[in-house]
């Protein structure tokens, strides 16, 4: 058997194929791109105060925020559309990007001027202090070039050109991990800030690049003619879709505004719970990863009775998520000590606690939420996170004076809050199969994540809780194993 045989036999065809090659490009791009992010984050945390950390970490969720606001959710339009149109009608694939792009560019245009104007508003009221004006601008700079490469790396996802996203990513990393060690080292956050600003300015070139030859190849053009008919593909999938998306990151915003204002130790408790968050950046690496080709095929594949598929589009990230931060919600303490002495307390081990919880419910969701945008139910999906937005607002406001844990905990009431609330709506609209969330071994995984959460409350002894951890995950993969098993039996 030659090697080629071999490739053909472990990749096979049609979806396989397609989600084995999208996953090791995303992988690898991601991979490096996090994995540096977080290893340069980490470090800077171990070299910046934990204040001037937490006001790192507000000038991020800035750049977050507003990024969104630019970007407006017409990347995610452009990946749903470009998937499928690029195949059957050139033509309108064309215009709906080229529409697209008009808006991003003009939304990023926008801000990046208001953000000139309103710079002294933005440091009093937004993040916190008023000696921030020069960093606050060069944030301005990162948010407009991030903007513009969202959209470009949302149509190579819904081209498939997972290669090309790979690369961005690659690029991202490499420039970004000593940039940013380097820059705060020399010269705290203004330094970091600006390397921010000169690593999405790289990457929104490199990804210029990439996409204008993945174009060309499916002879895809730019184009001013016929854009009018396809407001109405905006209003109901990219509006709803923008308003949506647009929850999470004002959300952080406000929470961490409400950290500094309200809290007499504001952005030492912040820099605690961005160093605890920074945990979850690790599940971003795979679930992105998997996100990033489950997608566009989501969107080719909703409502057709594909078993294998419609398991593995709603558990991957579920999976994943289980593997990664299972152990962390058992063994936050270890975990916190990576970061030094000055973050080894109590505050931190629940605050890490508490984000592993809440990102483990955030990956159960990401299967879900791709439905939405499959079965075009993206207004019901602005309601869902508008009823998350308001209870992690209102019990983050009451739960203020605990500092970071009473952050972390928040924002895991408001996930497992929308998620209990809106059980029936995501099983009568068909976005999740009953048996995909109702069922004796989805029990049973949640009564190993609880069973998890309390072996940190109430065993001292760290090597047993290790043993005991190792354990609860061996005992989830098997679980996940027979309801893979019965689930196609059933069906």
């Known amino acids: 058997m030659n090697i080629k045989s071999v490739y053909n036999k472990i990749v096979g065809s049609g979806n396989q194929e397609k989600i084995i090659k999208g996953v090791f490009w995303s992988f690898l791009g991601t991979l490096i791109s996090k994995g540096f992010a977080f290893l340069a984050l980490f470090l800077v945390a171990r070299l910046l105060t934990v204040q001037d950390y937490g006001k790192l970490g ?268 299972l152990p962390i919600i058992s063994l936050p303490d270890l975990f916190a000590s990576f970061y030094g002495v000055k973050y080894e307390n109590q505050s931190m081990y629940y605050s890490v606690m508490y984000v592993g919880l809440s990102s483990i419910v955030i990956a159960q969701r990401q299967g879900i939420a791709r439905n939405f945008a499959a079965g075009n139910f993206m207004w019901f999906s602005v309601f869902s996170n508008l009823v998350w937005a308001v209870s992690t607002i209102f019990s983050c406001y009451l739960l203020i004076s605990k500092g970071s844990v009473g952050r972390s905990l928040a924002f895991f009431i408001g996930y497992i809050t929308n998620t209990l609330l809106f059980i029936p709506f995501y099983i009568n609209k068909k976005l999740i199969e009953k048996e995909l969330l109702l069922s004796k071994e989805h029990l049973l995984l949640v009564l190993c994540i609880i069973a998890s959460n309390l072996v940190f409350v109430f065993i001292d002894n760290i090597f047993l809780r290790i043993i005991i951890s190792v354990i609860s995950l061996i005992i989830c993969l098997m679980i996940f194993k027979v309801w893979f098993k019965n689930y196609i039996k059933n069906g």
């Open 58 to 325: 507000l000038l991020q969720s800035y750049i977050n925020t507003f990024t969104l606001f630019s970007l407006a959710s017409f990347g995610v339009t452009a990946t749903k559309y470009l998937a499928v149109y690029n195949n059957e009608d050139k033509k309108k694939a064309s215009e709906i990007f080229s529409l697209t792009r008009i808006f991003v560019f003009g939304l990023s245009t926008l801000i990046l001027i208001l953000s000139y104007f309103f710079n002294d508003a933005i440091c009093e009221y937004i993040v916190g202090d008023p000696k921030l004006k020069i960093e606050v601008l060069i944030c301005s700079a990162a948010i407009y070039f991030s903007s513009l490469n969202g959209l470009q790396v949302g149509a190579l996802a819904g081209l498939q050109n997972f290669k090309s996203i790979s690369i961005v990513n690659i690029v991202n990393g490499v420039l970004s991990l000593p940039l940013i060690i380097a820059s705060a080292y020399y010269y705290g956050i203004k330094g970091v800030v600006v390397s921010l600003a000169i690593v999405n300015f790289s990457i929104w070139i490199c990804s210029a690049f990439l996409l204008k030859k993945e174009l060309i190849k499916n002879q895809l053009y730019f184009t001013f003619k016929n854009l009018k008919q396809h407001f109405d593909t905006l209003y109901h999938f990219s509006l709803p879709s923008f308003l949506s998306s647009i929850m999470l990151a004002p959300v952080v915003l406000i929470c961490n505004s409400f950290l500094i204002k309200y809290n007499t130790t504001g952005y030492y408790e912040l820099g605690i719970y961005n160093a605890a968050f920074n945990f979850s950046q690790v599940g971003t690496i795979l679930i992105g990863v998997m996100g990033q080709v489950f997608y566009p095929m989501a969107m080719q594949n909703f409502g057709k009775n594909n078993k294998k598929f419609n398991f593995f589009n709603i558990n991957n990230s579920y999976i994943i998520g289980i593997i990664i931060f």
